[in-house]
């Protein structure tokens, strides 16, 4: 019998798609109630200053000028700004006449010659693919649209939880009555992305606008710790920063070793430090660690620089921290000050013209939730994360968090000295290609299980017992990127993704969303009608601490074996390998065919293991394993705490 499954129709209404989105790549739209918005800010950093000694071109590589981030929210939908407009302007504008981001930051030209040198591959190639691919690519969003002021259609009806009962948790009559009062303008939800290595605030958009599509409000970082591809600072004019203090200029002597070595390639001329000074911005790239530039790779034998890494997670995490700050000056009803700080502003690098131009601050003032804060991250982020949940005094306000295939070896050793154990509720959502890494594995589920082992401490409240740790069946490493559904032919043909890129960013959402469901607090929660419901994590396959099926053994022929796509030594973590790989692709090829010439053919038709969103379109991939069979469970609240990690707690 197939598990229950509540994926519900969007009705919220979809961007148009433009003429060069019909030609070239484009993004799926968001499948949640809410239509979506989207705005940038940069602003000054309260305290500029510099992490580690850690230096590039004499200078301090690491140094927080500004914070920059996107927002994406729900923001209101068509009737209700057609009723506004017509009332403030007696005109009408639809949603549609709104702007919408672009996916490639500004400059874009640049912005790919970023990408190039941190591929290491020449530019000219990446800039001209990308630019007849996505250059115009925009997001599924509207630029500085209205927050939703509304309920979701499927929520407007509700009377709330029913009334307690003996043994049972819900709302007393007074409290309903209390709830109907407020049901005027929903309140949301924050949650705070941090990307992986390369990224950037629109590098995760489908998910990080997906969540919004169902009523949480999206922080989405952008790192300039040297993480990410390349990345501007705007300069402050009006309060000094770093670099108008010449505070990250060094005079003394190139070190001999270590981080800071500097190499004639390294050095500028006068007349080059004097543009840079003269220029009201400066560029951050992608920072490689001396002498181990490949230091993510399994096969290094130097491992992680730990010296370069755990700055860069010191510096992400005062980003975040000031971030949360302007999210709370927002909330408390100074969002016109943070537009006037903002530098992403017309005649700014990186800028839209329009930058926080039409915003209603207004209508922002006591509508989010600024307690039990969700951290979420990819990769690198995943590291960031963990290090946040460890310094439960300092983010307190961070509540649970979502590691999206994290990067293990990256997170700073917990030493049993420093006590610092994780206390809070844990998902993480792992790629296949990543599980196949044993270090990376064990280092994952090393920390997912220290998080599990504190139920058996009589100390921790019964909330942080929700710990899972599982993975997506047939995914890569990108899996959960924008890479994944713009170019999902190369995804495929090169790093040999399996599963459907579209169908892996729904089943990272909707496990994302039941997994809040259980940790977020009631009020957060109560009004949860209109989110998707799979149960993924409840219908799942499930493996012990060893990796071995624990309801039937298979022989490693076998499809539904774990270890039947995994790879050469070679390729471990960047790729998967595909038995009868021609044949595979033949078949799945003729079967999306087949449904393509019968759309018109009944259901009943297809084959039922296919997954399909919420327009009922097919979503396959290579294979298909249906429902309950898409996830690997390695952990989950009603897993057995092993006796060692109950010594640990």
């Avoid at 798609?17 to 940038?40: C, M």
Wanted: net charge neutral; charged share 25%.
């Amino acid at each position: 019998m197939s598990p229950k499954r509540k994926f519900l129709p969007a009705d919220a209404p979809r961007p148009k798609q433009t003429w060069r989105e019909s030609i070239f790549h484009s993004l799926p739209p968001y499948t949640g109630p809410y239509p979506v918005g989207y705005l940038e800010i940069e602003v000054p950093a309260r305290e500029p200053r510099h992490f580690s000694e850690i230096k590039r071109n004499h200078q301090y590589a690491l140094k927080l000028d500004t914070v920059l981030f996107s927002v994406y929210y729900p923001c209101e939908s068509e009737e209700r700004r057609k009723e506004r407009i017509t009332k403030e302007k007696g005109t009408t504008s639809p949603l549609s006449s709104l702007p919408r981001p672009l996916w490639l930051p500004r400059p874009r030209i640049e912005t790919c010659k970023g990408f190039a040198k941190f591929f290491n591959i020449p530019h000219a190639p990446v800039t001209g693919y990308m630019s007849f691919t996505t250059m115009f690519t925009e997001l599924p969003a509207f630029r500085n649209a209205q927050l939703s002021d509304e309920w979701p259609a499927t929520v407007k009806d509700d009377k709330g939880k029913p009334e307690k009962q003996p043994g049972e948790a819900g709302q007393s009559q007074d409290e309903r009555a209390t709830d109907d009062q407020d049901r005027g303008k929903p309140k949301f939800p924050l949650i705070i992305f941090s990307h992986g290595l390369g990224g950037s605030r629109t590098m995760y958009s489908a998910i990080c606008g997906e969540l919004a599509s169902f009523g949480f409000v999206v922080v989405a970082m952008e790192h300039r710790d040297g993480s990410g591809a390349r990345t501007y600072v705007n300069k402050n004019n009006e309060s000094p920063d770093l670099d108008s203090q010449h505070l990250d200029r060094g005079h003394e002597p190139p070190s001999p070793a270590g981080n800071n070595p500097e190499t004639p390639q390294d050095s500028t001329t006068r007349k080059e430090k004097y543009k840079q000074k003269a220029k009201p911005y400066y560029m951050v790239d992608y920072i490689f660690p001396k002498d181990n530039a490949i230091d993510t790779s399994p096969h290094n034998e130097r491992g992680v620089d730990t010296e370069l890494r755990g700055a860069q997670i010191e510096m992400r995490l005062a980003e975040i921290e000031e971030a949360f700050f302007v999210m709370g000056m927002i909330q408390s009803g100074h969002g016109s000050q943070v537009a006037e700080q903002n530098l992403r502003k017309k005649g700014n690098i990186g800028s839209s013209s329009r930058g926080l131009d039409d915003l209603n601050w207004g209508e922002w003032k006591g509508r989010l939730y600024m307690s039990d804060v969700t951290l979420m991250g990819h990769s690198f982020g995943g590291a960031t994360t963990v290090q946040a949940l460890r310094l439960e005094q300092k983010y307190s306000w961070i509540s649970q968090g979502i590691l999206l295939d994290p990067w293990g070896p990256a997170v700073p050793e917990n030493k049993p000295s420093d006590n610092k154990i994780i206390t809070k509720p844990i998902l993480s959502i792992g790629s296949e290609a990543f599980m196949h890494w044993t270090e990376n594995f064990d280092r994952v589920r090393s920390i997912c299980r220290e998080a599990h082992a504190r139920r058996a401490s009589s100390t921790v409240t019964s909330g942080s017992s929700h710990v899972w740790m599982t993975t997506i069946r047939g995914s890569t490493h990108l899996s959960q990127t924008d890479y994944a559904v713009l170019y999902p032919n190369w995804m495929s043909l090169l790093m040999k993704t399996i599963v459907n890129p579209q169908r892996a960013i729904y089943i990272t959402v909707h496990s994302a969303l039941e997994f809040l469901k259980a940790t977020l607090p009631d009020e957060q929660t109560r009004f949860n009608q209109h989110w998707a419901d799979e149960q993924l994590l409840l219908n799942t396959v499930s493996f012990d601490h060893q990796n071995q099926r624990n309801d039937v053994e298979l022989n490693a022929d076998d499809e539904q074996h774990y270890h039947y796509h995994k790879p050469d030594d070679k390729w471990v973590a960047a790729r998967l390998k595909i038995p009868n790989e021609f044949s595979l692709r033949l078949r799945s090829w003729w079967s999306r065919r087949r449904w393509s010439l019968q759309r018109v053919a009944s259901s009943d038709d297809m084959d039922p293991n296919v997954p399909r969103d919420a327009s009922g379109k097919p979503l396959a991939g290579l294979l298909s394993w249906g429902a309950g069979k898409e996830i690997w469970v390695h952990l989950s609240p009603d897993s057995p705490v092993d006796e060692e990690d109950r010594d640990v707690v």
